[in-house]
Structures are given as C-alpha cells and as structure tokens.
C-alpha cells in the first residue's frame, strides 16, 4: 500500500512534534521568565512585572528603543516604494539593458553575509563624510530590506493575469492607468506584507547597524547585544517578550493581508 | 503593437529609482572595501591611507592607484590566525548545513505528508520563528544553557549529569544556535518541493514492488535534490559570514572569518585588513552564490 498525502507514519508525527517544540520551546520559556520576579534569572520568585517596570525607567533603553521604531518605520516605507518599483520593472519591463545586474544586486543582500553590507556601507558614508546616525543606518535598512519586499511583490504579480490589464486597455486605460486600476489593487496585500517584513528586518538588525550608526545612537538591539555580552539580565527577558508582541500583531496583519489577496501561492523563500 | 509592449516601456522606467539606489549603495560600496583593502593601515581619521579624495583632480587618483598595497591580503595568507578562521568559518558552515539537512528534512516530509488543509498552517508555524528577533531566539538558547540553566536543571534532575556541564563558550552551544536560526531556511525549500511531488509516482513504485523504505530513496529523495540544494545554499551561504551566534554562543578560542572581520575593524581599528578581509569573504562566497542563482533560474524557469 502506498503511503499517500495525509497519511502519516509514526516517524512523520514525531518528526513534526521535535521540530515545533524546538522552534517555540525557547521563546515560550523566555516569555515566562520574564514575568519572574526574582533577580536570579534561573530561580522562580513568582510572578511579576518589576522588569516591564524597570524597562520604562531605562532612560537609555527607552532613546534606543524609540530610534529603532523610527528607523523600521521609515526604512521599511521607503523600502516597499523602492522594492515594488523594482519588482514591477523587473516583471513587467521585459529586458531592459543591465537587467542582469539589476536582478543580481536585488538577490545578493538576501544571503550576503551582513558583516560585508555593513562594512562596504561605512566606507561609503566615511568616504562621503556623511556623519553617521540615524539616517545612515535608515540608509543601510532600507538597502537590505527593499531586496526582500522585492522578493514578496514579484512573486504576487508575476502570478497576476496580464490579460485583465490588456482588457483594461482596450477598453481605454492607457498602460499607466491600467496598471494603477486594475493590478495595483490585486498585488497591495503583498506590499503590505513587504513593508511589515521590512519593519522587522530592520526592527531585528544588530551588524548591519553596528557599522553605520555613530556615536550616541545606538538602536536596541545594538543595546541589547551589548548588554547580552556581559551576561544574562531579567530585564532583557521583558524587553524581548515586548519585541516578540510586537512582531506578533505584525505578523497578524500581515497573514490577514495576505488572506485577502487570496492564495499567495508557494513560495520557495521563507516569507 | 501588442499590449505587451506598450506596457513595457513605462514598467521599464519604474527600474529606474530602485536601480540607481542598488548602484550607488550596494555596487560602488564594494568598490570601496576593494580600494581600502588595497591601502595601507594609518593612525588617523579615517584610520588609512591613501584617502581618495576626488576634488584633487585625475593626478590624485592615479596618484592614489600607485600607492595601492597588497601587504593586507599577504599578511591574510601569511598570519595563522587570518587562516584558521578562514577554515573554521567553512567547516562550521558544512557541518551546520550537513546538521540542518538532517534535521529539516524529516520536518519537511512530515508537513508534506499533513491533510492538506493542516498544510499552510504548518508552514505559518515555521514561518514566524524567520521573523522573531534573530537575537532575541540566541539570547532565549543562552537563558537555557547558561551554567545554572533549564538544560542543566533538567539534566540534574533526570540524574543523566551528577554536575551542570559547561554548555555556554562551546562549539555544541554554537551549532545549536545556528541550527535553531537557520532551520526555516532550509525547512521552506525542502517543503516547496516535497510537496508539489506527485503522489502517484509513489504507488507507482508501490505497484512495482518497492517497500516504503525503498520508494523513498529511489523516488522521493532523488526528486527533493533541488529542494536540498537550495536549502543548502540559503543555510550555507550567510552562515560562512556569521558573526553573532558564533561571538555569542561560542567560546573565545578560534574565531570564524566575520568575528575576524569585527575584530579588525572595531577593537583593532585595522580598516584595510578588515576590508582585506570582506575581499576574501566575498570570494569564498562567489562560487556559491552563482550556483544558487543557477538553481533559482531553473526553479522560476520550471514554473515553480
């Protein structure tokens, strides 16, 4: 008899069950303790808050945490502009001259080694005598992440029937119109999604903005590596159980888009 | 003129913004670590000579080109510590694919094998670990292994260990962190292709005579091979570069090539070897790179 989709072996049960325990068992365990009010990170003292207290009278913190939002937030827009306009020329232009190089230097940044990125992004900007802080590091974000959003848009509209704009054309659009009335609205769940996958990239990035931000403006996960360094802290438990929270709404929103835009189709990167 | 083509000239304009932005910060940058890898260390701001400064006019530049040095990639062949991690770097990349490979592939066939309807959940799942807070996931491994730890507590009451054992600063420690970053990544495209694998060619083998066992290894899995190579690749590719996991959870004692660039760059303050160093990443990492963009054109060309 042969095994059939749907049908599962005791072997493909257990496999999936490791395999979800050890993906989430370390976040859920992370999340609990950091409700422990003991000082003692590994002793249970009961629940508490004292840490999610301690985080907002972290003056230092806090500038990091508010530099890392406004960094996402606008790395992340001018991302998903730059990021569609390069998925809809890259589906839609046909060849164009350079259109190798175009697509290379749009698929390099998702598996570059960050350490590179960063590095070859402050020597431009020292070469530049840019000075360095929070444009910089929106600079650099929007350069890695805008790769991504490309990624999640092209797959939607490549998947996008040509013939509905070619109606919309005959029927008296010009291309243009044709293209903001009829496909725009189709493929906006997948620029919702890229710009929420943007946010989080940025949101999660400790090299990248290592080498390109300045002095005085760290963003928080640079604070919270280098508090990691010197060894484990409750208070970082709160302020990553609030990180994880955060990315979790983004994540809701962002499934829901995809949900209305209907079957987004499998895609081979993990997005 | 068909639609086709009128529509391509305006589409062709929208290239334009995100090509010019990738030009001047992601290609001339490169040009950049090229030339500094080239020049030679200063104690100055910026720390390196020669400076190129364009105002001075063409003589300048060629001025610059002459000074150009590559004593930064000779003490990178010569200098046993630039070698070392140069090596660790890939063998820690192949053993943590090899691990990945082992681990996800189960995974995989076992969300391929699920009711289909339970099918976009289990990729969902897999899915937010990717956008979790990368070093938020090391730093919940760090709770877990640290000396006094949930691990060691665990092991201790089981009575597997009579002492806590040393997790933190190890290789073990490293590899796990790797694993648990990289496991969607390699999950994703195993899935991808395990499951638009047609049922029928397995009843068929059935049919034919073949056990399960056998079904597996000479249909299924030669089938999944180009799931396998992207998988490897998207782990491999980034973990050869890796310098948080390994600066985090391993020990002190060898460094792999991104610790190495860090080092240089921030406590040495040694620009050209750190950029040296990016050079002889980027190489190591071209063969790769142009092999997955191989695999990609095939996967998008097959309609996939």
């Known amino acids: 008899m042969a095994p059939r989709i749907g049908q599962m072996s005791r072997f493909n049960i257990t496999a999936l069950a490791l395999g979800m325990a050890f993906l989430y068992l370390p976040i859920v365990i992370l999340v609990i303790y950091s409700f422990n009010d003991s000082r003692l990170v590994t002793v249970w003292g009961g629940w508490s808050l004292r840490w999610y207290h301690e985080f907002f009278n972290d003056r230092a913190m806090l500038d990091a945490a508010w530099m890392s939002l406004r960094v996402a937030a606008l790395s992340a827009t001018i991302a998903t502009l730059l990021g569609t306009l390069a998925a809809v020329g890259l589906v839609r232009g046909e060849r164009f001259r350079g259109r190798a190089l175009f697509s290379g230097m749009l698929y390099a940044p998702l598996v570059m080694p960050e350490v590179i990125s960063g590095l070859s992004l402050l020597l431009l900007f020292v070469a530049l005598n840019a000075e360095r802080g929070f444009w910089t590091v929106t600079i650099a974000h929007t350069t890695l992440t805008m790769c991504f959003v490309t990624v999640v848009v092209q797959s939607r509209l490549a998947s996008i029937d040509r013939s509905l704009e070619e109606a919309a054309m005959d029927l008296g659009c010009d291309p243009v119109q044709a293209f903001l009335r009829v496909t725009l609205p189709l493929i906006v769940p997948s620029i919702v999604a890229g710009w929420m996958l943007a946010f989080t990239l940025s949101l999660d990035d400790v090299v990248i903005a290592s080498f390109t931000t300045g002095p005085g403006s760290a963003t928080l996960p640079i604070r919270i590596y280098s508090e990691v360094r010197l060894g484990v802290k409750p208070g970082i438990n709160a302020i990553s159980t609030m990180v994880i929270a955060l990315i979790s709404v983004v994540i809701v929103i962002a499934s829901l888009a995809s949900k209305l835009s209907g079957s987004q189709g499998k895609s081979a990167a993990p997005l | ?304």
């Open chain 2, 1 to 304: 003129m068909s639609a086709r083509r009128i529509f391509a000239q305006p589409a062709r304009y929208a290239a334009i913004a995100p090509y010019l932005w990738m030009v001047l910060f992601f290609l001339v940058p490169f040009g950049f670590v090229l030339k500094i890898s080239l020049s030679q260390t200063a104690i100055a701001q910026p720390p390196y000579v020669p400076v190129f400064d364009f105002a001075e006019g063409w003589t300048a530049i060629k001025e610059a080109f002459a000074q150009l040095s590559f004593d930064n990639f000779k003490l990178l062949t010569s200098d046993s510590l630039y070698i070392s991690s140069y090596l660790r770097s890939i063998v820690v990349a192949v053993t943590s694919t090899l691990i990945l490979l082992l681990i996800g592939y189960p995974i995989a066939y076992g969300m391929a094998r699920l009711p289909q309807r339970w099918q976009p959940i289990a990729m969902m799942l897999v899915i937010v670990p990717f956008w979790t807070s990368f070093l938020i996931r090391i730093y919940a491994w760090i709770n877990i292994l640290q000396h006094d730890g949930l691990l060691n507590q665990v092991l201790l009451a089981l009575h597997l260990v009579s002492a806590p054992v040393v997790w933190l600063s190890t290789d073990t420690a490293m590899y796990i962190g790797i694993v648990y970053s990289y496991l969607p990544f390699m999950i994703l495209p195993l899935y991808a292709t395990l499951s638009k694998m047609d049922a029928s060619l397995l009843e068929a083998a059935a049919d034919l005579g073949a056990s399960p066992r056998q079904a597996f290894w000479l249909v299924t899995f030669p089938l999944s091979l180009p799931g396998v190579g992207a998988g490897a690749l998207l782990c491999f590719i980034p973990i050869v570069g890796e310098f948080v996991i390994p600066d985090l959870l391993a020990g002190s004692g060898s460094m792999m090539i991104g610790q190495t660039l860090w080092l240089e760059f921030f406590t040495n303050k040694d620009w050209p070897v750190a950029a040296a160093a990016a050079v002889a990443l980027l190489v190591l990492l071209v063969p790769p790179l142009l092999l997955y963009d191989r695999l990609q054109r095939r996967t998008l060309a097959g309609g996939g």
